[in-house]
C-alpha cells in the first residue's frame, strides 16, 4: 500500500480516547472517522481529535472507500457483531480485549476474516509495553535461565462505564475484563507453549450491589513445558491502577512493575489534578504517571498493526490469540465454579464465561 493507512474508529469514551492519541502519532495511518451511537459523541470527538469524518451509523462510515482498518472500541458483547461487518465491508480490523463473548462467536470471527482476505489483530497491548517487551528479551537473551514461575497482575478499584459490570454485556467480572491481559501476556512470554491447565478462585466481595462478575480472581496456568504462571486480578484495590509482572528462571528473577516502577512519587495536601487510571483520592502520598499511554505500548501497538496493514505483515497478537485466551477465561471460570483443575483443550457451548462459575453457585 502506499498511502497512509486510513482509519476509522468505533466508540469515542475510554479506550477510543487512547486509540486516537496513540494511532495519531503513527506516521503512516491517518484517522480519517469516528462512529459512535450516541448521538453528540462521535462528532465532539471529531473536533477534539482533529478527525474529518464522524458517524451515528456503522454502515455508513464502512462506506468510505479511504479507509483500510477499523478499530473496535465498544464493549464486549458487540466484538463479534461488529467484526462480522467490518469483514464483510473488506477492512481490516483491531478488535480491543477480550475478544468476544464466547468460543463460538471467536470461530465466526476467524473465519469471516479469512474469508474475507482482512486482517484480525487483537489487541493487547501488553506485548508492546516497552518494560514488558525489555523484560521478555531478558529471558529470550537467557540472563534468567530456564522460565519456571511467571506472575503478572492488574488490579484497581472497578471499571468506570456499566456495561462491565452488566455480566449479560460484560461475560465475566475481573478474571474476563484484565485476567485476559495476564493470559496473553504469559503465552506471549513463553512463546506460545500450549496452557494444559488451568485452576482459578473467585470472589465477588466489595461490589455486590453492583455485579455478578468476580471481582477478584487468581488464576494459576500450568503450561505443557513446565512452566507456571499466576495471574491475580482485582477490581476492589484502592490507590490507582496496579500493573506488574515477575519471571522466576533457573538463573535469575526480574521485576517489572509498569505503573508505580514508573511514576513520580508525589506527596500533596491538595491532590493532583491527574495522577495514573482510577487513582481515586491523591491527596497525600500518589504516584503520578507520565505518557502513560507510551508506558502501556498504545502507540507501539498501533505502529505494529499499521505496518501489518500496510506492508502485509503476519501481526503479533492475532484472532487465533484472542481465542486461545477465550478458552483459558472459560476454563478458569469453571475451574472456579466446580473447584477442581480444569485440562485443556476444553470445549464448551457456553454463551458467557461466568455462566460456568455461576451455575454452580447459584
Ligand atoms: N486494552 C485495554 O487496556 C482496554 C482498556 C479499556 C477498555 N478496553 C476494552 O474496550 C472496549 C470498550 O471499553 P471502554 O472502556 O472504551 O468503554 P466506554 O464505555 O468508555 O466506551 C464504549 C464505547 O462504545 C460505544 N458503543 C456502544 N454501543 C455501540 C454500538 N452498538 N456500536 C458502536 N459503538 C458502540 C459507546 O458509544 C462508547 O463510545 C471494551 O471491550 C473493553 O474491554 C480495553
Same mark, same amino acid.
Given at each position: 500500500m502506499n498511502k497512509k493507512v486510513g482509519v476509522g474508529l468505533i466508540g469515542s469514551q475510554f479506550i477510543s480516547t487512547i486509540h486516537a492519541e496513540s494511532i495519531k502519532l503513527v506516521s503512516d495511518a491517518e484517522i480519517l472517522a469516528v462512529m459512535s451511537p450516541t448521538k453528540g459523541h462521535a462528532s465532539e470527538f471529531a473536533e477534539k481529535h482533529g478527525i474529518p469524518h464522524y458517524f451515528t451509523d456503522l454502515d455508513q462510515m464502512l462506506a468510505m472507500d479511504d479507509i483500510d482498518l477499523v478499530v473496535i472500541g465498544a464493549p464486549n458483547y458487540l466484538h463479534c457483531e461488529i467484526t462480522l461487518k467490518i469483514a464483510g465491508a473488506g477492512k481490516h480490523i483491531v478488535v480491543e480485549k477480550p475478544f468476544c463473548m464466547n468460543m463460538a462467536e471467536a470461530d465466526l470471527m476467524i473465519d469471516a476474516c479469512k474469508k474475507a482476505?482482512?486482517?484480525? $489483530?487483537?489487541?493487547? %497491548?501488553?506485548? *508492546?509495553?516497552?518494560?514488558?517487551?525489555?523484560?521478555k528479551r531478558l529471558l529470550d537473551e537467557g540472563?534468567? &535461565?530456564?522460565?519456571?514461575?511467571?506472575?503478572?497482575?492488574? /488490579? +484497581?478499584?472497578g471499571p468506570h462505564a456499566d456495561h462491565f459490570w452488566d455480566v449479560e454485556r460484560s461475560g465475566g467480572g475481573v478474571t474476563m475484563d484484565m485476567?485476559? +491481559?495476564?493470559?496473553? *501476556? *504469559?503465552?506471549? =512470554?513463553?512463546k506460545n507453549n500450549p496452557v494444559i491447565?488451568?485452576?482459578?478462585q473467585m470472589s465477588t466481595t466489595v461490589h455486590t450491589n453492583?455485579?455478578?462478575?468476580?471481582d477478584n480472581g487468581i488464576i494459576i496456568l500450568e503450561f505443557e513445558n513446565g512452566v507456571t504462571a499466576m495471574a491475580e486480578e482485582s477490581w476492589t484495590?484502592? #490507590? #490507582? $491502577?496496579?500493573d506488574r509482572a515477575e519471571i522466576h528462571g533457573s538463573e535469575g528473577v526480574a521485576y517489572a512493575d509498569v505503573l508505580q516502577g514508573n511514576s513520580i512519587q508525589t506527596y500533596s495536601t491538595k491532590g493532583v489534578g491527574y495522577a495514573v487510571e482510577k487513582a481515586g483520592n491523591t491527596v497525600g502520598w500518589s504516584f503520578t504517571m507520565y505518557e502513560e499511554s507510551w508506558n502501556y505500548g498504545f502507540p507501539q501497538e498501533f505502529e505494529h498493526f499499521v505496518d501489518c496493514v500496510k506492508n502485509n505483515k503476519e501481526p503479533l497478537v492475532t484472532g487465533?490469540? #484472542? /481465542?486461545?485466551? $477465550? %478458552? =483459558? =477465561? *472459560?476454563?478458569?471460570? %469453571?475451574?472456579? &465454579?466446580? #473447584?477442581?483443575k480444569v485440562y485443556l483443550p476444553f470445549k464448551t457451548d457456553a454463551l458467557k464465561p461466568i455462566d460456568l462459575w455461576k451455575k454452580q453457585n447459584e
Open positions: 482476505h482482512v486482517k484480525l $489483530m487483537y489487541a493487547e %497491548e501488553l506485548c *508492546f509495553t516497552p518494560k514488558y517487551v525489555r523484560l540472563a534468567l &535461565g530456564t522460565p519456571l514461575l511467571l506472575k503478572q497482575s492488574e /488490579k +484497581h478499584d485476567g485476559c +491481559h495476564a493470559f496473553q *501476556f *504469559f503465552r506471549w =512470554i513463553n491447565s488451568v485452576y482459578a453492583k455485579t455478578r462478575g468476580d484495590k484502592l #490507590g #490507582g $491502577m496496579d487465533e490469540d #484472542g /481465542k486461545a485466551v $477465550m %478458552e =483459558i =477465561i *472459560f476454563a478458569a471460570y %469453571e475451574s472456579a &465454579g466446580t #473447584g477442581k
